[in-house]
T-cell receptor
Framework: ETGVTQSPTHLIKTRGQQVTLRCSSQ?????VSWYQQALGQGPQFIFQ???????GRGNFPPRFSGLQFPNYSSELNVNALELDDSALYLC????????????FGSGTRLTVV | AQSVTQLDSQVPVFEEAPVELRCNYS??????LFWYVQYPNQGLQLLLK??????LVKGINGFEAEFNKSQTSFHLRKPSVHISDTAEYFC?????????????FGAGTRLAVHP
C-alpha cells in the first residue's frame, strides 16, 4: 500500500510568479485535500477534490486553484505569489469524505522571495 | 464553525516521565477527533482517532487519548516518554460542512523530551 507522495519537496519562487505542486494519493483513496501550514501554526484547509470536482474550499482567494485527475492524483496551483504564501503545503488523501481519517504526505516547502 | 484549542504551546518533560497534551474542541454535536504528530521537516502522521464507541482510544507509539464529551476535551497521554517522542503534536476535529468534510487543527503543542 503506497502512501501519499508530494513533489517537489522544496521550492523557491519569486513574488508574482506562479507555482504548481503535485500530489499522488494513497491507493484506493478518492478524495484529496490540500492544507497550508505557515511556520509555527497548525494546518489550514485550502480545498478538497472529489471525483475531479472541487467540493469544498476554505478561506483562500481564487488565485489558489487545483485539479484532480482520473487516477485521483492532484495539483495545487498558486498564481501571483505573495510573500505570505511561504509555507508548508500538505496534501491529504482519504476515502469519500474523510471522516475516518486522512493520510498526509510529507509536504512541499514553498519559499517566496 | 468548530474550533480546536491546544492549551499548551510547549511541554518540556524528562525522559521516562508521563505526559499529557491537552486539547479542547468547541462543538457539542457528534465529532470525529484526531491526534497527529509532526517530526521536524516532515508531514503529519496519524497517532490515533476517535470516531465512536469507547472513550479511551489507543494509538501508535504507546499514546492514548480520552474523549470527554461533557468537557469537550480529547487529551493525549503517554505513561513514559522517550527522546524520540520530541515533535509537534496537533489535535484536530472533523467538520462536515456543505456536503464535504475537513479537518480543523489546533495550533499545536511542541513536546520536548529531555534526557
Amino acid at each position: 500500500e503506497t502512501g501519499v507522495t508530494q513533489s517537489p519537496t522544496h521550492l523557491i519562487k519569486t513574488r508574482g510568479q506562479q507555482v504548481t505542486l503535485r500530489c499522488s494519493s494513497q491507493s484506493g483513496h478518492n478524495t484529496v485535500s490540500w492544507y497550508q501550514q505557515a511556520l509555527g501554526q497548525g494546518p489550514q484547509f485550502i480545498f478538497q477534490y472529489y471525483r475531479e470536482e472541487e467540493n469544498g474550499r476554505g478561506n483562500f482567494p481564487p488565485r489558489f486553484s487545483g485539479l484532480q485527475f482520473p487516477n485521483y492524483s492532484s495539483e495545487l496551483n498558486v498564481n501571483a505569489l505573495e510573500l505570505d504564501d511561504s509555507a508548508l503545503y500538505l496534501c491529504a488523501s482519504s476515502l469519500t469524505g474523510g471522516g475516518y481519517g486522512y493520510t498526509f504526505g510529507s509536504g512541499t516547502r514553498l519559499t517566496v522571495v | 464553525a468548530q474550533s480546536v484549542t491546544q492549551l499548551d504551546s510547549q511541554v518540556p518533560v524528562f525522559e521516562e516521565a508521563p505526559v499529557e497534551l491537552r486539547c479542547n474542541y468547541s462543538s457539542s454535536v457528534s465529532v470525529y477527533l484526531f491526534w497527529y504528530v509532526q517530526y521536524p521537516n516532515q508531514g503529519l502522521q496519524l497517532l490515533l482517532k476517535y470516531l465512536s464507541g469507547s472513550t479511551l482510544v489507543k494509538g501508535i507509539n504507546g499514546f492514548e487519548a480520552e474523549f470527554n464529551k461533557s468537557q469537550t476535551s480529547f487529551h493525549l497521554r503517554k505513561p513514559s516518554v522517550h527522546i524520540s517522542d520530541t515533535a509537534e503534536y496537533f489535535c484536530a476535529v472533523s467538520e462536515i460542512s456543505g456536503g464535504y468534510n475537513k479537518l480543523i487543527f489546533g495550533a499545536g503543542t511542541r513536546l520536548a523530551v529531555h534526557p
